[in-house]
Structures are given as C-alpha cells and as structure tokens.
C-alpha cells in the first residue's frame, strides 16, 4: 500500500527557511518520479517542484534558486528545503508520486498518489 506522509510545515517570517519532509511507505522513492505541489486558498494545485529517476530536478519559476528538492533512498524520504520565503509562498504543501518511467515533469495528471498535506504560513 503507497503511503506519503507530509511533516515540516509550520509559521515562519518572510525570509526564513522550512524543511518540509515526505516519508514514503509501500515502495521506494528511487524508482518513481517524486514531486511537491502547494494549493493556497482559491487557487488551483500547482506543481512546484519534481524529481526524476531519468532527469534532474524541475522547478516553477515561482521558487527557483529559492528551493531545492532532493530524496534520500535509504530513509525513503522525499524533502523540499524552502528558503528566503515570502508570504506568497503561503499553502498547503503537498508531497506526490508519479510514473517509474520517462521524463518527470511537475504537471498534476502526471501523479497518482499523493499525502494528506502539511501547512506552510509566511508572515510579512
């Protein structure tokens, strides 16, 4: 059974940095593209970030060279480190798996499994 659980979300000054976390269960993050989605409220799901077994990490011009995605296979654990954050980065966090094959991209269809979310509020 594919289980993804969120953790790291919190309040936070704008500036600061967060570390979200997604713990994987049910088959290992290595063989699967990964990726981090953010939902504020009224707006629709976006992908922000992804990580592939074929292609380096994707990212929306929203949070490049501000965030950065990496997994670690052996804790099967899919992380989002989030700096120099603004109050538009304010939603809620999203960890998400997608196909075991070719190119990982950060587009919604693309994934099929997704966590239970993990708030992210940044204060000005």
């Known amino acids: 059974q594919v289980q993804l659980v969120e953790s790291g979300g919190g309040s936070v000054q704008a500036g600061g940095s967060l570390r979200l976390s997604c713990a994987a269960s049910?088959?290992?993050?290595?063989?699967?593209?990964m990726g981090w989605f953010r939902q504020a409220p009224g707006k629709e799901r976006e992908g922000i970030a992804s990580?592939?077994?074929?292609?380096?990490?994707n990212y929306a011009n929203s949070v490049k060279g501000r965030f950065t995605i990496s997994k670690d296979n052996v804790k099967n654990t899919l992380y989002l480190q989030m700096n120099s954050l603004k109050p538009e980065d304010t939603a809620m966090y999203y960890c998400?798996?997608?196909?075991?094959?070719?190119?990982?991209?950060?587009?919604?269809?693309?994934?099929?499994?997704w966590g239970q979310g993990t708030q992210v509020t940044v204060s000005s």
């Open positions: 998400a798996r997608g196909g075991s094959g070719g190119y990982c991209s950060t587009r919604r269809s693309e994934f099929a499994y």
């Open positions: 049910g088959y290992t993050v290595s063989s699967y593209c």
């Open positions: 990580i592939g077994i074929y292609n380096g990490p």
